[in-house]
T-cell receptor, first 110, second 116 residues
């Protein structure tokens, strides 16, 4: 099946810093979503972005489908941004179910 | 509008017991998916139901089963619990079958199952 790798696995930043999270996938996809899992376990859908660029406030995402990667940018980090960020994809050749990546654990220090 | 709701939030069972987890999707959503998330890992797909029919199954044993009701709510059943079944069980809803373009998943807060 499709492999989804995220980097870095862990990231610790001071409040106000910017960060870039990366998601690499091994096959062509028709669906890519970014999620934030807060410390209480709730998964929040941030972006649906199989290609192109989107922005929502301090967050933006870019997917370059031809090169099989996606980036999530977080600017002016706040402590509430802490948690685990997951990239999830659906392969064009798989069972059409979301496959989640390994996650990036982000910790924002006040 | 209410989001995806799951019950119970926490559950403790012993090996060999059976458990039923419940999920209500967002109003208007017809598809429900179940995921298992073991500590430190990403969620793993278990089942998807759409219009009360199973539309996909992940790599889980037959001890896991699910169903969807006419009001689109869903139950996940796990029989003969093992210690390794301890995990966060997440339910997600979408308008249609996940896999279609523009289909976003919305997750509930999950049920934390501990098997002792």
């Amino acid at each position: 099946g499709i492999q989804v790798e995220q980097s870095p696995p862990d990231l610790i930043l001071q409040e106000g810093a910017n960060s870039t999270l990366r998601c690499n996938f091994s096959d062509s996809v028709n669906n890519l979503q970014w999620f934030h899992q807060n410390p209480w376990g709730q998964l929040i859908n941030l972006f649906y972005i199989p290609s192109g660029t989107k922005q929502n406030g301090r967050l933006s995402a870019t997917t370059v489908a031809t090169e099989r990667y996606s980036l999530l940018y977080i600017s002016s980090s706040q402590t509430t941004d802490s948690g685990v960020y997951f990239c999830a994809v659906i392969s064009n050749f798989g069972n059409e179910k979301l496959t989640f990546g390994t996650g990036t654990r982000l910790t924002i220090i006040p | 509008d209410a989001g995806v709701t799951q019950s119970p939030t926490h559950l403790i069972k012993t090996r060999g017991q059976q458990v039923t987890l419940r999920c209500s999707p967002i109003s208007g959503h017809k598809s429900v998916s179940w995921y298992q998330q073991v500590l430190g890992q990403g969620p793993q797909f278990i089942f998807q139901y759409y219009e009360k029919e199973e539309r996909g199954r992940g790599n889980f044993p037959d001890r896991f089963s699910a169903r969807q009701f006419p009001n689109y709510s869903s139950e996940l059943n796990v029989n003969a619990l093992l210690l390794g079944d301890s995990a966060l069980y997440l339910c997600a809803s979408s308008l249609a079958v996940t896999g279609g373009r523009n289909e976003k998943l919305f997750f509930g807060s999950g049920t934390q199952l501990s098997v002792l």
